[in-house]
């Protein structure tokens, strides 16, 4: 094949790819690898889950999924360092980790860290509860876990405190918020449902799946 041949050759592959409209290079931000999170509280217990929802239960980015472990404490998916959001309610937590990934623990009592103090995957964060320091509802003890990138909007501010949950979960969600679909903690897969609150949690190591809301051992 001579070279202008060739050159023709991927202009017109080009062409197929791009739907037949030649686009000129465009810089593509190299994608950033998922993070490597374990669940957020201890494994070797059972745990119900309601499922994988929206951060406001009701419309955007399902970046959450909720937790209610029987031994009750939230602990941190990853090693990181934590930045406490408060209100005038009180304070719930956030981690913040390597490439821009934060984690966010919401309806935590009895918080045990402090902002700014660097923790390990598995460090207590604080009791599962119903705690609404920035609002919401809750019903029933547990934590809703979120999954955020910061580095996806740098004109966020990594500072949620006095932002009450209603814009949180709107805004700040559609921003950065990271959907929990196909992301891996500790030995589950999550996938969200069509619905708010379901979904499956799927065993890496042999697709044992979980439908949720359910209760599993992990
Ligand atoms: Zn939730």
Redesign the pocket.
């Known amino acids: 094949m001579s070279g202008n041949r060739r050159s023709t050759w991927l202009l017109a592959a080009a062409a197929l790819l791009s739907g037949g409209l030649l686009l000129a290079p465009v810089a593509v931000a190299a994608p950033v690898a998922d993070p490597v999170l374990g669940l957020p509280f201890a494994t070797g217990q059972q745990t119900y889950s309601?499922g994988v929802?929206s951060d406001n239960?009701q419309s955007g980015v399902k970046n959450?999924i909720?937790f209610s472990p029987s031994d009750g404490i939230a602990r941190s998916a990853a090693a990181g360092t934590v930045r406490m959001q408060s209100c005038s309610g009180g304070d719930w937590v956030t981690v913040d980790h390597s490439d821009g990934w934060r984690t966010g623990y919401y309806h935590l009592e009895d918080i045990q860290v402090q902002d700014g103090q660097e923790v390990a995957a598995g460090t207590p964060l604080g009791r599962t509860g119903n705690a609404l320091p920035c609002g919401g509802s809750s019903s029933g003890a547990h934590v809703?876990f979120t999954l955020w990138q910061l580095n996806a909007a740098p004109s966020t501010a990594a500072d949620w405190s006095g932002l009450s949950y209603e814009e949180v979960s709107t805004r700040v969600a559609a921003e950065v918020g990271v959907p929990v679909d196909g992301k891996v903690f500790g030995a589950w897969r999550i996938r969200a449902g069509a619905q708010q609150y379901s979904g499956r949690a799927e065993r890496v190591s042999d697709g044992f799946s979980v439908t949720l809301p359910g209760r599993f051992r992990v």
């Open positions: 309601a929802h239960g959450a909720d809703h």
